[in-house]
């Protein structure tokens, strides 16, 4: 059978090209041997935080190494099994290397069930996406009722998703997104209550201070920059501020500068938190049981964009980081 | 008798100087009435804080009137009352004005004990500095025994404290401070295992790199900007940053930049907090036996700049700003 490979050629400077990934196609006929299984890839998550694992910076997780597969989320589907944990035809999500075929132990997968809800799901909103937005929102966040909620990258997966949650639970949300089709979907179909196109809004500042009129209590920051620094003049005393990415930055060949923030956060007594979903990792049995009853009362909805064929990975990739998706990026191998 | 009171005459613009403070000399027969205290001022609390109260900037406490006495903790003799909970001869200290005699309903203040420790104390060590040191260390910080604790503005009033609570806590702690002298004192006088001069150290960052070959856990922030920016790039997963000032920024009449923080703190997985001490003032009464406990153990040391002379006073606030002081700056009245 024929194997196909995405390997990192070399670290991106700057905003990756396809240049930057290299494949390979290989013969291979390997077949588990005892306590493995053989996968087929479904689907591939591609993700902001990736860009970081393509430096070789110090980060939350080790970088990718030049001339090694990529890994991300994948759904697969067993093909071959010598493990008795799973059977051909079970379906996985975890981890995995960008291969359309791979050999594995089961280690670090978990078995899903295709029937619940649609497979690429698993890969967002009970996946690392939703999990991601319900923990960050709720330990970081704290939302009390009545509270005023900023999202930033609103638009994007998790921020489809902390949006609603955000609503389900009772606080005036606001988001922020890069085109107005992306804003008019916020408030058509995710019930934010007011969102700003950063585009062509000319003071931002005044733009949130507008929208926010009690001040902003929980800022869900997907972003950082310019935009972050707008939102801060807006927070109330104990804000909170929940650092998910920074996606305006990880791109910057130069450090980025905005204006300092202690002076923000000291005199609002404010809390800035960043995390990865891992941290939080003992409160994933209950939010997945929460994200799924709410989306079985049809309380939360999703957006998916899904490219087509495993091949255009890294392009779906490039295209995610200049903001080209609607909800979660998904590539159908 | 004559009364004397400091009035903010101008908003100050970037550094303040004396043009922007006026002095007022009345005689005054006022005498308490039913209720009240006479009061008469022993020792001034100059801070940093106040810089920010003579904007007209929202913040945690209002901003001074302009053409209206400034206030800071001040510990005052009673010299006559009419108020059953005080008698002639007692010391209090509390928010007072910047005048040598006032009135008081006597709300707010705490009657304090001269035998105990010096009264100039109760506005410093076991005072509101201490409270600030403690509080924030403590609270924010979490520090476990092993851990490395960096403080900006080592030198200062809170730093100094702070500095050496971490070492009675068992943690490795690194002062960052503005001058030889300063720094020689941190690290013969309050045990800091480590100082930095940042005005003669070229490359901040590898300095405190070197000082701190684990990495920093804690980082309790006096300073902001340039300095707090070199100590990002140290920092360790899960690190704690207790904002307590910005005392680098808050001078500035243009907004100051540094490099964007949220990659730093989403990578990091990394916790910001800013406060003041009254947020936790649930915990005075035990922080305030601790630090006594400590006090008399001799394990916790105190340096005071006193001035002399109420007319002063704005004089040493400005000399706070510019860094003159070792340890707490009070003037006695």
Redesign the interface.
Known sequence: MMNQTILLKQRPVGKPTLSDFDFVNEESNVQPKEGEILLETTYISVDPYLR?RMSSA???VAPFEVGKPISSGIVAKVIASKNTDFKEGDYVSGLLAWKTKQISTGEGLNKIDPNKVPLSAYLGVVGMTGLTAYCGLTEIGKPKEGETLVVSGAAGAVGTIVGQIGKILGLRVIGIAGSDEKVDMLTSEFGYDEAINYKTTKNIKEAIEAAAPNGVDIYF?N???DI?EAVLYNIN?FARII????IS??NKTE??????????????????????VS?YASKFPEAIQQLATWIAEDKLKYTETIVDGFANTPQAFIDLLDGKNKGKMIVKA
Chains 1, 2 share one sequence.
């Open positions: 970081g110090k980060s939350y920051d972003v950082g920059g972050s005393h650092v998910c990415g920074a930055v990880y450090p980025q500068k905005n204006e300092t923030v202690q002076p923000f956060i000291v005199k609002n007594s404010a809390l800035m938190q960043g995390f990865i941290n």
